[in-house]
């Protein structure tokens, strides 16, 4: 019996290196902070011993888009900042992964004007939504551990054979 077909048949080679893989990207998220606006204060004590992220893995703070795999963008954004975002989030490896902080970053918040982009989802894919006006770390706790599922739910390995 060919190994193809003894890997199609029982797949536990295959979900126990995905469950393994996975748990530990999840368990090892490292935020690239793009702190646009006043939401990036709250982000800092998101990072800080109070809300203490490194719980979850997130205690790196990576300024670096080459060492970062999830982008939070926090803050409103203007057009000509977009151009330099996307070129950040291109320099990422793969797998990545962003949260919007913030109803600026998610829909543009009270800019409604020509220079503002009306939410990052129109250049950027998200991944979470954080809601609020700033929000509270907490809140971002929260999205940090809805990546966390989302990660853990993908399928990490692909077996060419």
């Not at 009306?118 to 894919?125: E, H, R, S, W, Y």
């Amino acid at each position: 019996m060919s190994l193809e077909k003894s890997l199609d048949n029982q797949g536990f080679v295959t979900t126990s290196l995905d469950f393994v893989t996975n748990w530990a990207r999840s368990n090892a998220v490292w935020p690239m902070p793009m702190g646009l606006a006043c939401c990036a204060i709250e982000m800092m004590a998101f990072a800080g011993p109070k809300y203490d992220a490194s719980r979850f893995g997130s205690e790196v703070m990576r300024f670096s888009p080459r060492q970062s795999d999830l982008m939070i963008v926090a803050g409103w954004c203007s057009y000509k900042m977009s151009h330099a975002i996307r070129r950040i989030w291109d320099q990422m490896p793969d797998p990545k992964w962003c949260i919007a902080m913030g109803a600026c970053a998610s829909t543009g918040g009270m800019h409604r004007c020509y220079g503002v982009v009306q939410g990052i989802d129109n250049f950027l894919p998200v991944d979470a939504y954080v809601s609020g006006c700033p929000p509270r770390p907490d809140a971002l706790l929260n999205a940090l551990m809805t990546i966390q599922e989302k990660i853990k739910k993908e399928h990490s390995l692909q077996l060419d054979m």
